[in-house]
């Protein structure tokens, strides 16, 4: 499987600990991902390629998530995002939703839960394609 074949997905947390633990338990299911704990270092490489997947955790250093997820909507409306977060509230739910977020987590979530959304976002893609 080449990485055309493979989807790709980039994950945006401040917190090392979240991408510590999805990375490779993602990686052994095949899929091909980058972690970032900054918000303008993720925006510089989503300029660079696109991801199938993005997966966002809301509040952050710097630019948030939210404002994160509507540049990269902006410029890859296909990618798929999953929104990820300690600060779960209806309104910034409802406020995801609106701009177009595939799905919506809340931590802390185990690891199957995740897989889960990804695989079902993977699903939709494969539809518009």
């Known amino acids: 499987m080449n990485d055309q074949e493979r989807t790709s997905i980039l994950i945006l947390d401040d917190e090392p600990i979240v991408s510590k633990r999805l990375k490779p338990s993602l990686e052994r299911k095949g899929y091909e991902v980058e972690t970032f704990t900054n918000s303008s270092d993720a925006l510089a490489r989503v300029k660079e390629r696109s ?35 300690g600060f779960a509230t209806m309104a910034t739910a409802k406020q995801s939703f609106q701009k177009g977020v595939f799905d919506f987590l809340a931590k802390p979530f185990k690891l199957g839960e995740i897989a889960d ?13």
């Open 117 to 129: 959304v990804i695989k079902r976002a993977e699903e939709k893609k494969r539809k518009k394609d």
């Open 51 to 85: 991801f199938d997947i993005v997966i966002t955790d809301l509040k952050m250093e710097g630019m948030d998530g939210m404002q994160f997820l509507t540049e990269v909507k902006e410029m890859y409306p296909d990618t798929e995002i999953i929104v990820i977060t």
